[in-house]
């Protein structure tokens, strides 16, 4: 028996709602923001992923681990041919370091690296 109904996982960020925004574009979730958090879920509210605005926040230095990554999302793609484009006109940047043929590395608005993996 599951003690909890599903996970949710809360990063960290420099603008909640930006960060809420482009996930919840990525995903085709709904965005709810309020002051310093945005939420974003599926229409059937099975997940959810949030976003805690904080000061001084620092991102990433991926590859490095000068600032560790802490946590990264892979995001399951039909091809990555088409979802490159996508990803990248709503604000994903692609990492320089590609370290692997059956993924690919980008960072979110906030320097979060996750993958475009296909499924």
């Known amino acids: 028996m599951a003690i909890a109904k599903y996970p ?11 960060l809420g ?11 709810e923001a309020r002051e310093g958090w945005a939420d974003i879920r599926p229409e059937d509210g099975s ?3 949030s976003f805690q605005q ?20 892979d995001v399951m793609v039909r091809d990555l041919d088409e979802a490159e484009p996508e990803v990248l006109a709503i604000g994903a940047t692609k990492a320089d370091h590609q370290p692997g043929t059956s993924f690919r590395v980008f960072l979110d608005p906030a320097g979060h690296p996750f993958c475009l993996c296909v499924d």
Do not use: M, R
Request: charged share 20%.
């Open 8 to 18: 949710s996982f809360v990063l960290d960020c420099p603008d909640a709602a930006v």
């Open 21 to 31: 925004q482009f996930y919840g574009e990525l995903l085709g979730w709904k965005v």
């Open 47 to 49: 997940n959810c992923i």
């Open 54 to 73: 904080v000061e001084d926040y620092k991102a990433p230095t991926w590859p490095t681990q000068d600032v560790p990554q802490q946590l990264h999302l």
